[in-house]
């Protein structure tokens, strides 16, 4: 069973995520989570030694203003009071 910090990272490469087994990550998932959210390390459990499932940070998707977030969405109308050419069902008989 390995243990954290074994794994020396490449020297010029990113860092491969580190693998543990189900049974491990059971019994120390919120230490494997609190290691995460601290350091941005990547775990992926296995079973049976066939990786199911990956432990990654969470990345916060940048928020957009709310003011200005619907400019360029709404189709423009030169006369907006006309009335339309189409027939609709409320219009037949």
Known sequence: ?????????????ARAADRI???????????LMDRVRETGVEYVIT?????????????????????????????AYKRPLDPLDADYDINRD
Request: proline letters at 8%; one cysteine or more.
């Open 47 to 75: 079973k049976h030694g066939t990786p199911v499932a990956k432990l990654v940070p969470v990345a916060d998707a940048p928020r957009r203003a709310l003011f200005g977030s619907m400019k360029g969405t709404v189709l």
């Open 21 to 31: 087994a189900a049974a491990e990550f059971k019994a120390r998932c919120l230490e």
């Open 1 to 13: 069973m390995r243990r954290f910090g074994t794994r020396r990272p490449a020297v010029g490469r």
